[in-house]
């Protein structure tokens, strides 16, 4: 006879190792006798060696008798109950981590389905992560059926391959407890044969890197030989934005050329078209066809620059040695020629080219 601490009654040691050992009763009985051996101050291994319960069954049948009796005290399925205290410490043991109204639910499902201790484990675990909730996800209930239901649910949705998608959507419509539980599984079954959405292709986004792949727009005045005073009916052309929009009512022509510096400095740009014969300035290509760009807002003489004038009526560009007498119209700021014609003698091939 063994007296134990607490003031708990003492406990008949040989008897109960005797019942072990004999493996009377049922395994309820077996995990209490263990548990009272265990506070009576003997070691697991003690017990073993007296018993042949191993240490790791005498924890496994210890708190499998404590959850039993919480199932009790809460109250589980006739059926339920017959069935736990005959077998199934292992899968009771898995169900400890739950609260006791929790392992009740999860008892009277592990038997209506006849789920193994392996089972009880992913059913516990998936229940314990479900109840952490504040609510439900749609279509999933408060019961271990559906809290398993939603993880295979979960595990559907980041699956790619098609054949593990489908084992997993088996597993889940095994596992559901409610319709709806099993409606949301069956959506994703219903997935699986619906044609392949199409995504819509990659937007064509480019960004402008240079100064020059943003274009300067500039009026045309029009063409040599022009009247002087056509320059003042052309209108300011202000561009706004960062892609430099222009807005006007201008009738007339426009001209766009890359954003060279140059062009970007001039405040009021406008283009005349021409020959350059007919200014009177040295024209060093061999291409008649000419724009000219003039600079409204730069009327001050340099001796560095070309300016434009009235001559008579008409506008002319000339170089000034001396700060000229007549009014200055506007100063030269670009000569343009249009792109080079490919002679048609030149060889076709790039490697002559090169040569």
Known sequence: MTELTDNQPPIDTEALLLMLRRKEGNWVGWGKACQQLQKSGLNPQEIFEATGFEPIQQNQIIVGAQVFDSLISVGVAPATEAHYQRVGSDSLYELRILSQADRAATADYLHARNIDSEGSKEVAKAFKEFAYMRQPPEGFTHHPGDAVAYQYWRYIKQQGDLTEKTRLIARGLMFAHSQSARNQIEKLLTALTAPP???????????????????????????????????????????????????????????????????????????????????????????????????????????????????????????????????????????????????????????????
């Open 197 to 355: 959405k199409k995504t819509a292709p990659a937007l064509p986004v480019y960004r402008l890197q240079a100064d020059e792949e943003l274009p300067r727009t500039i009026p045309v005045a029009g063409e040599f030989p022009l009247e002087s005073s056509v320059l003042a009916d052309v209108p300011q052309i202000a561009a706004t934005g960062s892609f430099q929009i222009v807005k006007s009512n201008w009738a007339g022509g426009w001209v766009t050329f890359p954003g060279w510096g140059v062009l970007c400095k001039a405040e009021d740009p406008i283009a005349v078209i021409g020959d350059l014969k007919n200014l009177a300035l040295k024209n060093t290509t061999e291409s008649p066809e000419t724009i000219v760009i003039l600079d409204r807002s730069a009327t001050e003489w340099t001796e560095f620059d070309y300016f434009a004038i009235d001559r008579d009526g008409k506008l002319a560009i000339e170089w000034f040695e001396q700060p000229p007498t007549m009014p200055i119209l506007a100063k030269l700021v670009l000569i343009t020629h249009p792109k080079r014609p490919i002679d048609p003698d030149t060889p076709k091939d790039l490697w002559e080219l090169e040569d």
